[in-house]
């Protein structure tokens, strides 16, 4: 069966340091791949998605993630963090043809001062 | 730009008790999910809605859940009689197509069932 996991549920870096968020998948067959983020008492909203074509995605907010086949990886990474950047990242997967997600468990970004 | 919108956002009802989460989709989009998350757990699907049919559902979605597209605009999701266990955030999302494509959330109701 499909499953996604988030390595740290919470991850806290300063003001301008390197972000990096990981996520594995176990898949029989290729996934597409997500990552979304919620800001508090919002949904979730799409920063980025590899669907086969390019292994290094790029999304908003300065966000990328490489996928990376034989890893398994899709870890999300960002330059510069900046305070708007705390919130909840969510990894997820799918190989469903009815677009079931299979998501990780989240994790809690803090950026401090 | 367009977004996908539920109702209520919060939600208070007492164990044995039916509840309907509504969620209205992006008015072209095709296919139709609930999600829910338990708090300090992850995000879990629910069912998937395809052409006023489920085209997957997940063990969760027992026969105490059921869902509907009562007009071309809602997409409901019914708990016949709730549970301890129910109290949950319950997100909806809507895409163009599937495969790959982008899921468009709601930003949730939560419900807690005393």
């Known amino acids: 069966a499909q499953s996604v996991t988030q390595l740290g549920s919470h991850v806290s870096v300063s003001e301008g340091a390197l972000v990096l968020l990981r996520c594995n998948y176990s898949?029989?067959?290729?996934?597409?791949l997500f990552w979304y983020v919620q800001y508090p008492n919002q949904g979730l909203q799409l920063l980025l998605k590899?669907?086969?074509?390019?292994?290094l995605v790029k999304g908003i907010n300065g966000f990328e993630a490489e996928f990376k086949k034989s890893e398994t990886s899709f870890h999300l990474t960002k330059p510069s963090a900046h305070m708007s950047d705390a919130a909840e990242y969510f990894c997820?997967?799918?190989?469903?043809?009815?677009?079931?997600?299979?998501f990780g468990q989240g994790t809690t970004l803090q950026v401090k001062p | 730009e367009p977004e996908v919108t539920q109702t209520p956002s919060h939600q208070v009802t007492q164990m044995g008790q039916e509840v309907i989460l509504r969620c209205v989709p992006i008015?072209?989009?095709?296919?139709f999910y609930w999600y829910r998350q338990i708090l300090g757990q992850k995000v879990e699907f629910l069912v998937s809605f395809y052409n006023n049919e489920i085209s997957e559902k997940s063990e969760i979605f027992d026969d105490q859940f059921s869902v509907e597209r009562p007009d071309g605009s809602n997409f409901t999701l019914k708990i016949r009689s709730t549970k301890l266990e129910d109290s949950a955030m319950y997100f909806c999302a809507s895409s163009l197509r599937t495969s790959g494509e982008t899921q468009y959330f709601g930003p949730g109701t939560r419900l807690l069932v005393l």
């Open positions: 997820a997967a799918t190989s469903s043809n009815t677009g079931k997600l299979i």
């Open positions: 590899y669907t086969s074509a390019a292994t």
């Open positions: 008015s072209n989009h095709l296919y």
């Open positions: 898949s029989s067959v290729p996934p597409y």
